[in-house]
């Protein structure tokens, strides 16, 4: 099975140094909206403090496939 990395930046580096099998882009595309939502739910003051936060997928070789961004941004005068 090909093995994905996951890399998270929100103005940090998270590099995924072990990376995971999946079956096919199809699953690693799953696992990532999957693991971002995880990741979102435990750390959602990291969020609000970062002006973008993004999950690079990358293949065995750590090219890139896809990036997933999130950024909130306020409608009111804080």
């Not at 971002?36 to 090219?63: C, G, I, Q, Y």
Request: glycine letters at 2%; charged letters at 30%.
């Amino acid at each position: 099975m090909p093995r994905y990395f996951f890399d998270i930046k929100d103005g940090h580096d998270f590099p995924d140094l072990q990376g995971s099998e999946w079956k096919d882009l199809a699953e690693a595309r799953i696992e990532a909206v999957r693991y971002a939502a995880e990741v979102l739910k435990e750390m959602p003051e990291r969020f609000w403090h970062a002006e973008l936060w993004t999950m690079s997928v990358l293949d065995h070789n750590r090219n890139p496939l896809f990036t997933l961004k999130f950024c909130a941004e306020s409608t009111h005068i804080l």
